[in-house]
Each structure stands twice: as structure tokens, then as C-alpha cells.
């Protein structure tokens, strides 16, 4: 069973930075699409960032272009999301997520990813 553990989330003041990590375990030893989603309060889960399996390819919502990145360290079976110059419209829950894919479905709604974590909360403060 696929299973995927996000931290280092929590509070931080607009214009700061946090750095999320997932670990993902259960799979046979092979890298697979992964991503990163949120979701607002009252709100739908909206895509945030993808990678492909080598980390070579990444995608990115509009709204965090320029401020975050996705990154990730096959050797740790980890995806991190560097987030910078934080606002507080990107205060939500955010949840990483693998697929079954090498390459990241861009024209699925949830970007071909089929696993998903339980979410960590993200605060930013004014």
C-alpha cells in the first residue's frame, strides 16, 4: 500500500517561507509522478506543482509561478515544495500526491495522481 507523509507545515508571517516535504513509501523502488495540491476552506482542491519521475519536468499553477518550487530526492522516496514570498490567499491545506505515471498527466483535473496524503496546514499570518 501506497502511502504518503507531508511536513513542515505551520504558521508564518506574509513574505516568509516554508519548506513542505512528503515521504512516500510502499511502492516497489520505482519514481513515479508526484505532486502537490491545496485546498481553501470551503473550496475545491486545486493543483499547485508537479514533477516527473527524474525530476526534470515541473509544472506549476499560475498563482505560485516565481515563488515556488518543486523538487525531489528519489534516493529518499521524497518530494519537497519550497515556498516562498508567502501570501496569505496561499494559507490552505496542502496535500502531496503520486501517480502510476513516469511523466505527470497535465490533462487530467488531478494531474494523473492517484495517491494522496492526509494534508498539512499551512497558516500565513498578516
Known amino acids: 500500500q501506497v502511502t504518503l507523509v507531508e511536513s513542515g507545515g505551520g504558521l508564518v508571517q506574509a513574505g516568509g517561507s516554508l519548506r513542505l516535504s512528503c515521504v512516500e513509501s510502499?511502492?516497489?523502488?520505482?519514481?513515479?509522478?508526484m505532486g502537490w495540491f491545496r485546498r481553501h476552506p470551503g473550496k475545491e482542491r486545486e493543483f499547485v506543482a508537479a514533477?516527473?519521475?527524474?525530476?526534470?519536468?515541473?509544472y506549476y499553477a499560475d498563482s505560485v509561478k516565481g515563488r515556488f518550487t518543486i523538487s525531489r530526492d528519489n534516493a529518499k522516496n521524497t518530494v519537497y515544495l519550497q515556498m516562498n514570498s508567502l501570501k496569505p490567499e496561499d494559507a490552505a491545506v496542502y496535500y502531496c500526491?503520486?501517480?502510476?505515471?513516469?511523466?505527470?498527466?497535465?490533462?487530467?483535473?488531478?494531474?494523473?495522481?492517484?495517491?494522496w496524503g492526509k494534508g498539512i496546514l499551512v497558516t500565513v499570518s498578516v
Open positions: 514533477i516527473n519521475y527524474s525530476g526534470s519536468t515541473t
Open positions: 500526491a503520486s501517480g502510476t505515471t513516469r511523466t505527470v498527466v497535465t490533462l487530467s483535473e488531478d494531474y494523473g495522481m492517484d495517491y
Open positions: 510502499g511502492r516497489n523502488g520505482n519514481a513515479y509522478s
